[in-house]
């Protein structure tokens, strides 16, 4: 199952997991079929086993009850008898539990209403009116997860803690937020859209448009991806819901009123229209009981039909063509248009049909070894695929797309007829049984990989099938769909094949959808949006334009108001545990290679990590450490082409993959590691492979075909420069912190907006030996023996059989075993700036701002004051200032980093404002009576990720990447737990008030004022760092 492509949350969200597979990852996406199993691995609750359909219980009947052994739980589908509301519960020996309360809401314009009215639902409620009680409750809880999401047609409000306490706590604000939301005019407009003067304060200066999700849209839409998947699915679904945008349209969201948000709210906002999801190892009782008596009690059954019919069948193909901004980052300006050919298929409700295609689907894109991998992508026409690309079954109709991005305008021809002849062959030769073979190893190995936030991964994947009233259980048994499926491929050697023959090449729902740059695009998006506004403020009377200056000084003295937040729950600083978790690692010796054992409830799965040194690589070879951890499992090795190659990852792991690892020492800043990290993981019966392509890439890489190397060094770039429209925020970061030291400096180097300058500058340069020949001289330094350490995670009953494998790779290994990695004096290649100020002028809508000065090592005692101080500016100050008063959709500061303090704004209609509040933090903290109460929130949203729950594969992994042990985090734990006003003041005083050294970086449009000031380096083009030459 899969999480929506076009998904809208409230917050900047902290990831579930990332997901990557050119099936573009847009605002929170999962994988497509995975199903990835919790922390724990106990058999399923036995207090459920009395339970059986028709049972009464809580004022519901229980509909089904199934056992799922391969995921170790039990689900449990109820309906409430008074509202018809329907609840599944997933009972699991899970600690971290799960609540989600789903609607389905189906606009049917593009002025954004459900998004908007997610985010003004968690402004406010009959139990709890305070201002912003989603926010608030961020830092008076343990969550490890809180956010609330817009689909395409749902609505969910989702959260996990560990703590019960908490978790009830959480509970009552959400279900009062979700059926009792105030709803305030004067949210409406903070979050929504809203006229007001540029400067409140000031009636002659202009009126403008301002709100959070109107930003935050002008933001999404900054990326052509984002323009493309829209424009796929609003012409392949026209009829009904589809057709329109859930998020909102920058030019129409100015069309949504206060009052048609509030009817939106009251049609699709109800029990009747709800779907309740819990999970985790509490009783479904207590829930029952929480919700019967917070809401359902409340309620009757209402007769309101949100249903979304089936698209009708085209009889004909369609085609259409779309325009989109100009992207100067890419490496070849005329090779920017994107093609890709849809199909719609099935009703997501067939569980089972939708899995099958879903397994096509992989069968078709994913992998070397795909055809549509060797047709398109081999063809070279083309820097990837295209942003959808894959099956799609987050709507009611179920649809697959595949096509090509940076292709030349006059390949679009070529293009389709590949993709036509491609679909044609596959019906012809069908796929081979390997490959078959290998997809339902991934699957299997996929319920058994251990996920620390498993209730939350559920709770997305089954929400769109159930929205749309299929059976959620169905989609939990996975031995069942694959049993079935294995009978009957096993019946009918075509079976497959038919499935093509009917859904691609019988199928006359076939849409075209081309999208090729306008250097006017930008421009033109300004006019509109400027005659909008210039025909809604021509309109005004003078009574209005009064009104909306009173409004905006309301709005502003609101925001600034302090509230009495006695209503809210709260979790206390007394509640946290004051001893952390402990991890119990060994350390052995293999073939002369220190090696971390750790034994841990892996269900069966192996995990394997590796630290290779690369600090004594030379400096000109180091830029090029990402292209060649990207392309090392790509390339073929030993006696196995890449396609060979990637056919046994497939079959026998769960993914090789490669990384650099820099890190500081916990207790010296100027000490840092620098490492390449190797990671994969397998079923215990699978450690021979495993290490045998471990083995192939280290003794025999193949890294001779410069044609195979163009490819995926043009497909990185493409990548990278799309990465920047969704995580601006976090490359302005990096590059704010690379004057700040040399460790920093080589992070800009290795990830940052200069790697991205770096690889494109490759992708434009012929000499493609010249690269071959650098990235094998990075292989002979790091792929040998002689600087390595291992860890393995794995039950008890593997250590030995792991080991005795671990020691017959290193054995194979070249060179010999001298020291482990560690953490070495970095020497400087450049003088450091003390001020820096760079802005990167790019073709986006808003601005992504970062900030960052330099703080202590993680021992230090300030490292535990200033990361409570981070977290108290975040919440107290710089969420009101940025997000709130400013309309970024995100901003805040971090200091989780050791070493530094970082700023950031993310989605921000301001420049030089917001960088001026960031400025301005130490004087907040200075001027600003903050309490204890105040530090100790600060402090539990820190508890939320240091206690966070970690996977077994996972668990000692700090301890072997970076050294910090139980006894570090420990201390560190008792620092902040003993943090008060008067440290966060100093602390303030000594790193925050006028710092000697300062990074500053802003990435978004041209800015005259920036332009004019010679403190700013323009447009990156003096890069932070002397990049090497290939001549």
Request: with cysteine; charged share 20%; glycine share 4%.
């Amino acid at each position: 199952m899969a999480t929506p492509r076009l998904l809208y949350s409230t917050v900047l969200a902290r990831s579930l997991h990332s997901c990557r597979s050119k099936v573009s990852q847009k605002w929170n996406c999962m994988h497509r079929i995975k199903y990835s199993t919790a922390v724990a691995v106990e058999p399923p609750l036995d207090s459920y086993a009395s339970l059986s359909a028709g049972n009464k219980i809580r004022g519901y009947t229980i509909l089904k009850v199934v056992p799922v052994s391969e995921l170790n739980l039990v689900s449990v589908l109820l309906s409430h008898d008074e509202t018809n509301a329907k609840h599944l519960h997933i009972a699991r020996n899970d600690k971290n539990n799960a609540f989600g309360v789903s609607f389905r809401t189906t606009p049917m314009d593009d002025t954004g209403v459900p998004h908007i009215l997610e985010h003004i639902a968690l402004c406010g409620s009959t139990k709890y009116p305070v201002r912003d009680p989603f926010f608030k409750m961020i830092n008076r809880s343990l969550s490890t997860f809180m956010n609330a999401m817009t689909a395409s047609d749902w609505t969910l409000y989702p959260f996990s803690s560990q703590n019960k306490k908490d978790f009830t706590n959480l509970m009552s604000v959400y279900l009062d937020a979700a059926f009792n939301p105030l709803l305030q005019e004067r949210d409406f407009r903070q979050e929504g859209w809203r006229l007001e003067h540029k400067d409140h304060n000031d009636p002659s200066s202009p009126i403008i448009y301002k709100g959070v999700v109107f930003n935050e849209m002008k933001g999404v839409f900054s990326s052509q991806h984002a323009i493309f998947q829209e424009a796929v699915q609003n012409n392949l679904l026209p009829s009904h819901t589809y057709g329109v945008c859930s998020g909102g349209l920058p030019l129409a969201i100015p069309d949504l009123t206060w009052q048609a948000l509030r009817e939106f709210h009251s049609n699709h906002y109800h029990p009747s229209n709800s779907r309740f999801i819990t999970y985790g190892d509490q009783p479904l009782e207590d829930h029952l009981d929480i919700i019967e008596n917070s809401v359902l009690k409340h309620y009757n059954k209402l007769e309101q039909d949100t249903s979304v019919p089936l698209q009708p069948r085209w009889a004909e193909p369609r085609r259409v063509k779309v325009s989109c901004r100009h992207n100067e980052m890419l490496p070849d300006s005329s090779k920017q248009t994107t093609v890709a050919v849809s199909y719609l298929l099935t009703d997501v409700t067939d569980v089972y049909e939708s899995s099958v295609l879903s397994l096509i689907s992989s069968l078709l894109v994913n992998s070397e070894t795909a055809p549509f991998y060797h047709s398109l992508i081999e063809s070279n026409l083309g820097s990837g695929f295209a942003p959808v690309c894959g099956y799609e079954n987050s709507t009611r109709d179920t649809w697959f797309s595949v096509g090509l991005e940076g292709i030349a305008e006059d390949s679009v021809e070529q293009v389709l007829n590949i993709i036509d002849e491609t679909f044609k062959k596959v019906a012809n030769e069908g796929f081979p049984q390997e490959r078959v073979d290998a997809l339902l190893s991934q699957i299997e190995l996929s319920t058994k990989h251990q996920t620390s936030n498993f209730g939350l991964s559920l709770m997305m994947s089954l929400n769109t099938m159930w929205n749309h009233d299929a059976d959620p259980t169905v989609g939990l048994q996975v031995n069942e769909i694959i049993s079935r499926f294995k009978k009957e491929m096993a019946a009918n050697p075509q079976y497959l094949q038919e499935y093509v023959k009917k859904y691609f090449i019988e199928n006359t729902h076939k849409l075209t959808v081309e999208m090729s740059p306008d250097e006017h695009y930008e421009e033109k998006q300004q006019e509109l949006e400027a005659a909008k506004l210039k025909s809604m403020v021509d309109r005004l009377t003078a009574a209005d334009r009064e009104e909306i200056f009173t409004q905006g000084k309301v709005l502003a003295k609101a925001q600034m108001e302090e509230e009495d937040l006695s209503c809210l729950p709260t979790i206390l600083k007394t509640d946290l545990d004051t001893v952390g978790v402990k991890t119990r690692v060994d350390t052995t010796t293999l073939d002369g290679v220190e090696v971390q054992l750790c034994e841990q409830p892996t269900n069966e799965v192996v995990y394997f990590n590796l630290l290779t040194d690369m600090a004594d690589l030379p400096s000109h070879l180091k830029p090029f450490v990402p292209l060649f951890c990207s392309v090392a499992t790509k390339m073929g090795a030993g006696g196995l082409d890449y396609k060979q190659q990637s056919q046994r990852i497939a079959r026998y792991t769960g993914g090789l993959s490669l990384s650099h690892h820099i890190s500081s020492s916990p207790s010296d800043l100027d000490m840092v590691l620098q490492a390449i990290h190797l990671q994969s993981f397998c079923l215990k019966e699978n450690i021979t492979p495993m290490f045998e392509l471990w083995a192939d890439i280290f003794n025999n890489i193949r890294l001779e075909d410069v044609g195979r190397l163009s490819m995926l060094l043009k497909m990185s770039v493409a990548d990278l420069v799309n990465s920047v429209s969704h995580s601006g925020h976090q490359y302005a970061m990096r590059h704010s912190a690379s004057n700040l030291s040399e460790a920093n400096r080589l992070k800009e180097v290795l990830s940052g907006v200069t790697q991205i300058s770096f690889l494109k500058t490759l992708s434009e340069n012929d000499n493609q030996d010249r690269i071959a020949s650098y990235l094998k001289d990075i292989a002979q330094h790091v792929l040998n023996k002689n600087s390595l350490k291992c860890s393995i995670n794995a039950e008890s009953s593997a250590i030995d059989q792991v080991s005795s494998q671990l020691h017959s790779f290193l054995g194979s290994l070249s060179g010999a075993a001298e020291c482990p990695p560690t953490h070495t004096q970095l020497s400087s290649t450049e003088n450091l700036k003390p001020k820096s100020k760079t802005h990167f002028s790019m073709d986006f809508s808003v601005n992504y701002a970062g900030m960052s000065v330099p703080t202590v090592e993680y021992l230090h005692e300030d490292f535990a004051p200033l990361r409570a101080m981070a977290s108290l500016l975040r919440n107290k100050f710089l969420h009101r200032e940025i997000r709130e008063k400013g309309g970024a959709y995100g901003g805040g500061a971090t200091g989780d980093a050791a070493g530094q303090m970082s700023f950031y704004s993310y989605r921000d209609p301001n420049s030089l404002k917001t960088v001026e509040t960031m400025c301005s933090s130490a004087d907040w903290i200075s001027s600003s009576n903050f309490t204890q109460q105040d530090v100790d929130e600060a402090i539990l949203t820190i508890f939320q990720k240091i206690d966070s729950p970690v996977a077994p594969g996972a668990r000692g992994q700090g301890l072997f990447l970076s050294g910090v042990t139980d006894d570090m985090k420990q201390l560190h734990r008792d620092r902040l737990l003993s943090v008060d006003v008067q440290q966060i003041k100093s602390v303030s005083e000594r790193y925050l008030k006028e710092p000697t050294v300062q990074g500053i970086s802003l990435i978004g449009p041209e800015n005259e004022e920036i332009t004019a000031d010679s403190e700013w380096t323009i447009s990156g083009r003096e890069p932070c760092c002397q990049l090497p030459s290939l001549s």
